[in-house]
């Protein structure tokens, strides 16, 4: 167990539907990552959060949004889902926002697997 | 840009042998490097990582090797075990003060067999 929780491990949904995915970061780490993984383009780096505050933004679609609640936890919602969207979903969690002296590590959870028919 | 190409896209070794995984990549502002490690149902968790300013980092049978001219780096794995089984994601980040965020490579997906 990595200590970053995600719920729920397994969605499957229709095309156009909403869905909302959710990550509880490690204990004490301030920051929190949503990565996207597909079978063809790798992990793609969504969005980032420091303490609450949106730190860095990746490839993440109009559709899609996410924010970091005061208890540190983080959503992702997914909206108008097509086809495409289905993939695993990644959160990962790290002590700080900025690169550290000699650490940088990102602890991943074990994913959200989405499935859209 | 933000990229970081890897190859080979898989890898087969024997039981023993040396595994070897190439990344490269172009954004000078890039100043970590980590490898991480994901098993099937898994999320990808840290090997082990190196700065620019070393040109090689061991830990137990996992060697990183990088060439800051070439902007190139590689993971070697000694004496290949089954249990290594497994797709590896080479990763870069920006120097400090900016995002840690993570971009990684498109994996690579080695079976050592016994």
């Known amino acids: 167990d990595s200590g970053v929780t995600q719920t729920p491990k397994h969605l499957i949904t229709a095309t156009g539907q909403r869905v909302t995915l959710r990550c509880s970061p490690r204990?004490?780490?301030?920051?929190v990552y949503w990565y996207q993984q597909s079978l063809d383009q790798g992990l793609q780096f969504l969005i980032q959060?420091?303490?609450?505050?949106?730190?860095a933004k990746g490839n993440i679609l109009e559709r899609f949004s996410a924010q970091q609640f005061p208890d540190l936890h983080s959503e992702l919602n997914l909206s108008s889902l097509e086809l495409g969207d289905s993939a695993l979903y990644f959160c990962?969690?790290?002590?700080?926002?900025?690169?550290?002296?000699?650490?940088?590590?990102?602890?991943f959870g074990a994913g959200s697997r989405l499935t859209v028919l | 840009q933000q990229q970081v190409k890897q190859s080979p896209q898989s890898l087969i070794v024997q039981k023993g042998g040396i595994s070897i995984i190439n990344c490269a990549y172009e954004?000078?502002?890039?100043?970590?490097f980590p490898w991480y490690q994901q098993f099937p149902g898994k999320g990808p968790a840290l090997l082990i990582a190196?700065?620019?300013?070393?040109s090689e980092k061991k830990e137990g049978r996992f060697t990183i090797s990088f060439n800051k001219s070439a902007k190139q780096f590689s993971l070697h794995i000694m004496d290949s075990q089954p249990g290594d089984s497994a797709t590896y994601f080479c990763?870069?980040?920006?120097?400090?003060?900016?995002?840690?965020?993570?971009?990684f490579g498109t994996g690579t997906l080695l079976a050592v067999q016994p």
């Open positions: 990763a870069a980040s920006p120097r400090r003060g900016a995002t840690n965020k993570l971009i």
């Open positions: 990962a969690s790290s002590v700080s926002g900025t690169l550290l002296s000699g650490a940088n590590v990102l602890t």
């Open positions: 204990s004490g780490d301030l920051s």
């Open positions: 190196i700065r620019p300013d070393v």
């Open positions: 954004n000078t502002a890039f100043d970590y």
């Open positions: 959060y420091y303490n609450g505050e949106e730190r």
